[in-house]
Nanobody, 126 residues
Framework: QVQLKESGGGSVQPGGSLILSCTAS????????VGWFRQASGKEREGVAA????????HYADSVQGRFTISLNGSRTTVYLQMNSLKPEDTATYYC???????????????????WGQGTQVTVSS
């Protein structure tokens, strides 16, 4: 079992920055890939970024490439999402998720992830 908890959400003006944290507890060594997803009101949940816990390799959605950075601490218990140049369309609930068996699966498929956090709200508005 892996427990995930997101933090760091809030309200920010367009062009601003936020950093989200996803802290894992439990059997964290089994998580092979951790992803950040978001779901805006009335829309489907979409993948934002993901990081491999072994190689630290990363993936990004086209919509956030160059603005968001995903990273992992040395103990592999916390994943960060640095979000810069935020836009109103980034407004959503952001979730982190852990994938125990990622090989051969797309990083941005919701169905591929085994554990999910409760989410944290990010609002970008002037």
């Amino acid at each position: 079992q892996v427990q995930l908890k997101e933090s760091g959400g809030g309200s920010v003006q367009p062009g601003g920055s936020l950093i989200l944290s996803c802290t894992a507890s439990g059997d964290t060594a089994t998580s092979r890939r951790v992803g950040w997803f978001r779901q805006a009101s009335g829309k489907e949940r979409e993948g934002v970024a993901a990081i491999w816990t072994g190689s630290f390799g990363t993936h990004y959605a086209d919509s956030v490439q160059g603005r968001f950075t995903i990273s992992l601490n040395g103990s592999r218990t916390t994943v960060y999402l640095q979000m810069n140049s935020l836009k109103p369309e980034d407004t959503a609930t952001y979730y982190c998720a852990a994938d125990l068996h990622p090989y051969g699966s797309d990083w941005n498929r919701n169905e591929g992830y085994d554990y999910w956090g409760q989410g944290t709200q990010v609002t970008v508005s002037s």
